[in-house]
């Protein structure tokens, strides 16, 4: 099991940057594929990006491609979600997940496929 702790989140200008960070205890989270979901008001959580435990491949929503860089650093039993660019439409509670399981394609992006989840981390964007 394994427990995780989302920080970093915060009040930012279209345009601005910020990074999340997803900290790891409990099992390492080298043992887990990890994700970044986000949920904004009265919408369903929806995937943002995900990276493997196998040769750090990474996945991303359309939205965030060329915007948003996840990576971890198993020594640290820690991910982070870059973001640059952000834009009005990116305000949301973000959330950090593990999963063991192993998926391809879409399977990846559905929040069924992760076990653990953080508490979320809100991230607010303004113009």
């Known amino acids: 099991q394994v427990q995780l702790v989302e920080s970093g989140g915060g009040s930012v200008q279209v345009g601005g940057s910020l990074r999340l960070s997803c900290a790891a205890s409990?099992?390492?989270?080298?043992?887990?594929?990890m994700a970044w979901f986000r949920q904004a008001p009265g919408k369903e959580r929806e995937f943002v990006a995900r990276?493997?435990?196998?040769?750090?491949?990474?996945l991303y929503t359309d939205s965030v491609k060329g915007r948003f860089t996840i990576s971890r650093d198993n020594a640290k039993n820690t991910v982070y979600l870059q973001m640059n660019s952000l834009k009005l439409e990116d305000t949301a509670v973000y959330y950090c997940?593990?999963?063991?399981?192993?998926?391809?394609?879409?399977?990846?992006?559905?929040?069924?496929?992760?076990?653990?989840w953080g508490q979320g981390t809100q991230v607010t964007v303004s113009s």
């Open positions: 997940a593990a999963g063991r399981n192993p998926c391809s394609g879409s399977w990846c992006t559905r929040t069924a496929q992760y076990e653990y």
């Open positions: 409990g099992r390492t989270s080298s043992m887990y594929d």
């Open positions: 990276i493997t435990r196998i040769r750090d491949s990474t």
